[in-house]
T-cell receptor
């Protein structure tokens, strides 16, 4: 089993839709969790950290479920500019940051 | 510098040659990572440096790969006797604590 697994993509949604991505991790000692966005042929950029209490940044909401060992990212009112690959990342105990394979999102007019 | 700097941005090399990739992290960042990303794939962890601790080399795919970090700052990733399957984008990231990791724009390596 992979250390970090994500929903398979691609997700094709119309503008204005709500879309959710899930990511599961295998190491219960994981301590920090992140969502990154990667545009085509660019480096990943930090979208948001994920906190135990859940956190929101505008149209984006991230949640952590430690009991079930998954994190989620919800995008509301999706825009064309949200089209990208979304990567979850988990800090395994000892500091190593492991990424999921990424989920491609395509928002259509 | 303001961000993570990687050089060269592109490298084409012949099979069997050695290559060195450089990463200049954000000043003061204690953690430095190297990842590899093949076309259409996720990020493959290669190696992790944290302060003065021994690096975590568990992701290096073979003994042809090595990395060092001098003075807690600049890091070089060396690939010896390059093979075609080494072709990928090599990404470096740095962080201070666990607040999130900033990536450089990567080195696109092509082995011909």
């Amino acid at each position: 089993r992979k250390e970090v697994e994500q929903d398979p993509g691609p997700f094709n949604v119309p503008e204005g839709a709500t879309v959710a991505f899930n990511c599961t991790y295998s190491n219960s000692a994981s301590q920090s969790f992140f969502w990154y966005r990667q545009d085509c042929r660019k480096e990943p950029k930090l979208l948001m950290s994920v906190y135990s209490s859940g956190n929101e940044d505008g149209r984006f909401t991230a949640q952590l479920n430690r009991a079930s060992q998954y994190i989620s990212l919800l995008i509301r009112d999706s825009k064309l500019s949200d089209s990208a690959t979304y990567l979850c990342a988990v800090n395994i105990a000892g500091g190593k940051l492991i990424f999921g394979q990424g989920t491609e999102l395509s928002v259509k007019p | 510098g303001a961000g993570v700097s990687q050089s060269p941005s592109n490298k084409v090399t012949e099979k069997g040659k050695d290559v060195e990739l450089r990463c200049d992290p954000i000043s003061g960042h204690t953690a430095l990572y190297w990842y590899r990303q093949s076309l259409g794939q996720g990020l493959e962890f290669l190696i992790y440096f944290q302060g003065n601790s021994a690096p975590d080399k568990s992701g290096l795919p073979s003994d042809r790969f090595s990395a060092e970090r001098t003075g807690g700052s600049v890091s070089t990733l060396t690939i010896q006797r390059t093979q075609q399957e080494d072709s990928a984008v090599y990404l470096c990231a740095s962080s201070l604590g666990r607040r999130g990791y900033t990536f450089g724009s990567g080195t696109r390596l092509t082995v011909v």
